[in-house]
């Protein structure tokens, strides 16, 4: 009895509130991949929760109690977020993403997918630190030894004045960026400090030094023959965005079933393959994909660019077919204000525009019109037009969490692979597969095929390599390390019936390439200068700069990926070959980092200035 009370004496004791704090504060280093061998973190973060709460108990403040809970708790819950945040994008969470819940909440079986057990670790504290509060709050009021109102008062200011130091940095030493680009209060309130800033004085260049950059971009390297330019001019152009799809399903065989027959079929002749091809979104996923390959432009981490600079003037590949008198289409399965669609796509060029509200919804597999019917009705719809036309497709039944129906699972999954989200990927992939291959029956059955090139791409990565054993299900599968530089690796497919064409490209390109490369074949001729991809059927060499899941300044470039550290700062950043996986020397390769951190800058220049406006006069 007595080991008992001495335990429950321990439990109750305030002090015991400090221990929690400090495990708190582990479990959140270790879910964001800090060091928490760094005790200098660990011990930081948990003194300012201490010293939170010692203050707000000795304050004699009379709603102390209820501003004690709303910060303790708004804190973990952000602590919650970033751990959530973290486990799918590889960056902490920014109050810029607090525009993207309406997004996430549309998608609530991918939310909950994201989940990690070990998160709720940091929110089961609250409880106890409610108790300790209320009594250490009675104790006080009781002692007559709360009478130092003026050390309290210092002590707070030493302790604001050093978190506001160390998230402003202002003497931008390397020591205090490494620790508040980690340590949770210095790196949210150097956050909240950049947006503020940002949101009454932005630096901006003048267009000459944004062209400056494009052009040293694009204009460094000697070009090779463009002998298919034009090949494709006059015809109808399908593009395709294919939710979640890796490269490494293209031609692959799982438990002696081909995952991607009829892509497979696509490849055999009359296409050209770029399968070195690189997802480089930000933090708006599908969004993002869309709109750095209809416009050749980079995406900001900020947020989506479709909420962000929804009405600037635009001269991607809809206005471009919109000028050669093509008619613009857009079709998704899902709701239209989904990433701001129905208010972006006119200023994309896209005129009409296709969603759940204004089609058949009695098929729907996941988050809206199964792939097979929407294809369907998007050649129902397009064979009426008199016109060529221009339809930009986005599927979405291969959509994380990857649940698909059971009458629809067609792959037969080895005993290992069952329940994971591995093998739902597996599925659901095979499914879109066989939509394709009944589009393209459609389109032979309504004499369009041989007049139509169909162009396909993924938008992003499906399986994350940082969750769900997707690094154990797929390195197993892969028979190699599984990492981002398969993870970030997606196909770009672009079939031309009747051309004769049978290429592999393997330069390596990213989603700035597609309009610079399309409009070569479709015998476009891109006037306004603001485009930040290369031709990749004329490049010599391959450039991908990142945005996120990456930190910013990373990038592919030819053979060679490159990380920048977590600090962004390039000494203690690391590169290795993306086929060896072999580390390489960082030193020759300053230069690109320059390039990727300044290829980004000026993008973000371009859409903040609106400068595409000062060359296109609708």
């Given at each position: 009895m ?14 015991m ?5 400090i ?20 011990l930081?973060?948990?003194?300012l929760?201490?010293g ?7 304050s004699?403040?009379?709603?102390k ?9 708004f804190f ?9 945040y ?5 960056q902490t ?7 993207q819940?309406?997004?996430?909440a549309?998608?609530?079986s991918s ?22 509060f209320?009594?250490?709050?009675k104790?006080n009021?009781?002692?007559?030894k709360n009478?130092n ?7 707070c ?18 020591f ?8 949770f ?12 800033s940002?949101?009454?004085?932005k630096?901006l260049?003048?267009?000459?030094e ?5 052009n040293?971009?694009?204009?460094e390297?000697p ?13 109808n152009?399908i ?6 799809y ?8 799982y ?27 930000g ?14 432009l980079y ?11 929804t009405?600037?003037t ?10 050669e008198?093509?008619?613009?289409y ?19 060029g896209?005129?009409n ?6 089609l058949?919804?009695?098929?729907v ?11 369907r009705q998007?050649?129902?719809?397009v064979k009426e037009?008199?016109k ?5 497709v986005?599927?979405l ?6 649940e ?17 989200k591995f093998?739902g ?12 291959g009944?589009?393209?029956a ?8 041989e ?9 992003h990565?499906?399986?994350n ?14 028979n190699?390390?599984?990492g ?12 031309i ?16 390439d ?11 001729d891109?006037?306004?200068p603001y ?14 700069a990142?945005?996120?899941y990456l ?12 990380h920048?550290s ?8 690391k ?13 020759e ?15 973000e ?12 006069n609708?």
């Amino acid at each position: 009895m007595k080991i008992l009370t001495k335990a429950r004496e321990l439990i109750l004791d305030t002090k015991m509130l400090a221990l929690l704090l400090i495990l708190k504060v582990v479990v959140y280093y270790c879910l964001i991949d800090v060091n928490i061998l760094d005790n200098f973190l660990v011990l930081a973060s948990a003194l300012l929760f201490w010293g939170l709460f010692i203050g707000l108990t000795k304050s004699r403040f009379k709603y102390k109690f209820p501003v004690f809970f709303v910060i303790y708790a708004f804190f973990s819950i952000i602590m919650f977020a970033d751990t959530m945040y973290f486990n799918y994008y590889n960056q902490t969470v920014s109050i810029q993403q607090v525009y993207q819940v309406s997004n996430v909440a549309k998608v609530p079986s991918s939310f909950v997918a994201t989940l990690i057990p070990a998160s709720f670790f940091i929110l089961w504290d609250i409880p106890f630190a409610i108790y300790y509060f209320r009594k250490e709050s009675k104790r006080n009021k009781d002692s007559e030894k709360n009478n130092n109102g003026k050390r309290r008062i210092y002590t707070c200011l030493i302790s604001v004045s050093l978190i506001l130091f160390l998230a402003v940095n202002p003497f931008q030493n390397i020591f205090v960026k490494k620790i508040n680009s980690v340590e949770f209060f210095s790196n949210h309130i150097r956050d909240i400090v950049e947006v503020s800033s940002d949101a009454f004085h932005k630096e901006l260049w003048e267009p000459q030094e944004v062209l400056e950059v494009v052009n040293a971009s694009t204009e460094e390297e000697p070009l090779i023959e463009d002998t298919l330019e034009g090949i494709a001019k006059g015809k109808n152009l399908i593009v395709i965005q294919l939710e979640a799809y890796q490269n490494f399903l293209i031609g692959s065989t799982y438990n002696e079933q081909v995952l991607t027959p009829n892509i497979n079929a696509l490849l055999e002749q009359d296409s050209i393959y770029f399968n070195n091809y690189y997802s480089t979104i930000g933090k708006g996923n599908t969004a993002d994909a869309e709109f750095s390959t209809l416009n050749s432009l980079y995406p900001v981490i900020d947020g989506e660019s479709y909420r962000l600079y929804t009405e600037n003037t635009y001269n991607g590949l809809p206005w471009q077919l919109k000028e050669e008198g093509y008619a613009t289409y857009g079709f998704h399965g899902n709701e239209p204000s989904f990433w701001n669609r129905e208010n972006a796509y006119p200023y994309q060029g896209i005129d009409n525009f296709y969603h759940s509200e204004n089609l058949d919804a009695s098929d729907v597999i996941g988050l809206g019109v199964s792939d097979s019917s929407m294809f369907r009705q998007m050649v129902d719809i397009v064979k009426e037009e008199e016109k060529p036309f221009f339809s930009f497709v986005v599927s979405l039944t291969s959509h994380h969490p990857y649940e698909m129906p059971k009458e629809h699972c067609e792959l037969e999954i080895l005993p290992e692979d069952e329940g994971s989200k591995f093998s739902g990927y597996l599925q659901a992939i095979h499914y879109t597969d066989k939509a394709i291959g009944e589009l393209v029956a459609s389109l032979k059955e309504n004499g369009l095929y041989e007049d139509t090139v169909i162009a396909l791409y993924g938008d992003h990565h499906g399986l994350n390599c940082t969750m769900d054993d997707n690094d154990v299900y797929v390195g197993r599968y892969l028979n190699k390390d599984y990492g981002y530089e398969e993870m970030l690796k997606v196909p770009c497919i672009i079939h031309i019936p009747g051309s004769g064409v049978n290429k592999t490209v393997s330069t390596l390109g990213c989603m700035v390439d597609f309009l610079p490369t399309v409009a070569s074949l479709m015998g476009l001729d891109i006037e306004q200068p603001y485009i930040m991809g290369q031709n990749l059927l004329t490049a010599e060499h391959g450039f991908a700069a990142f945005t996120a899941y990456l930190f910013d300044g990373s990038f592919a470039y030819d053979d060679v990926m490159f990380h920048i550290s977590r600090e962004g700062i390039f000494e203690g950043s690391k590169a290795w070959n993306r086929h060896t996986l072999e580390e390489v020397a960082i030193d020759e390769y300053k230069e690109e980092y320059e390039k990727a951190v300044e290829l980004k800058a000026a993008s973000e220049q371009i859409m903040e200035q609106d400068l595409i406006a000062d060359y296109v006069n609708r």
